[in-house]
């Protein structure tokens, strides 16, 4: 039973474009959002998070979207960069719990 | 100054040996945990302590043990290892108050059982 869905295992974006990671998630008891970036042979670096009451989130290039009665968030990264090519994982925490689910991940990858 | 940090980064064993992954945070937070990430890249929790005090146990087999000597080190002990327990292994910690659903990761142990 997967709860956090990341549909799209890669996308490919060019230098300067939008990027527009999707995450999909089915337990309504999910109270917050976080996104990880996730380079080769490190572990997930906390990038950006939304409480479930919020529907945006802004910081700096990232914005996190949340749309919960379609039980949807989207990460947009503007405009890209090359080192933001990674995987980038979608999460959520039901706060009591305080333990991540997490999505299977998109790997981003930004030309030139 | 890593901030979680883990030992080994890489593991290789034979099947039915028994190993244990160290891990240790220094950012004063009192929960820690342990994730597995298996060869579909899907990141599971495994474990959970508060303080010492196991608050997350997600049906992992009897042969995990996680240890807890103090709130800044989280160690797991593999017993009996088996060829399914192949997997990069990621511990984790995460503060109180606004910050505590954020988890700050170590970079892994990627452990290989032959």
């Known amino acids: 039973d997967q709860q956090v869905k990341q549909n799209s295992p890669s996308l490919s974006v060019q230098e300067g474009r939008i990027s527009i990671l999707n995450c999909d998630y089915t337990?309504?008891?999910?109270?917050?959002f976080l996104w990880y970036k996730k380079y080769p042979a490190e572990g997930p670096t906390f990038l950006i998070s939304i409480s479930s009451i919020k529907d945006k989130n802004e910081d700096g290039r990232f914005t996190v979207f949340l749309n919960k009665s379609a039980k949807h968030l989207s990460l947009h990264i503007v405009p890209s960069q090359p080192g933001d090519s990674a995987v980038y994982f979608c999460?959520?925490?039901?706060?009591?719990?305080?333990?991540?689910?997490f999505g299977t991940g998109t790997r981003l990858q930004v030309t030139l | 100054d890593t901030a979680v940090s883990q030992t080994p980064k890489y593991l290789v064993t034979q099947m039915g040996n028994d190993k244990s992954i160290k891990c240790e945070q220094n950012?004063?937070?009192?929960?820690m945990y342990w994730y597995k990430q298996d060869s579909k890249k899907f990141l599971k929790i495994m474990f959970s302590?508060?303080?010492?005090?196991?608050?997350i146990n997600e049906t992992v087999p009897n042969r995990f043990s996680p240890k807890s000597p103090d709130k800044a080190h989280l160690n797991l002990h593999i017993n009996s290892l088996e060829l399914g327990d192949s997997a990069v292994y990621f511990c984790?910690?995460?503060?109180?108050?606004?910050?505590?659903?954020?988890?700050?990761f170590g970079a892994g142990t990627r452990l290989s059982v032959l």
């Open positions: 999460a959520g925490n039901t706060g009591t719990a305080s333990k991540l689910t």
């Open positions: 337990n309504s008891m999910f109270d917050y």
């Open positions: 302590y508060n303080n010492k005090e196991l608050i």
């Open positions: 950012l004063g937070h009192d929960t």
């Open positions: 984790a910690s995460s503060g109180q108050g606004a910050s505590k659903n954020i988890q700050y």
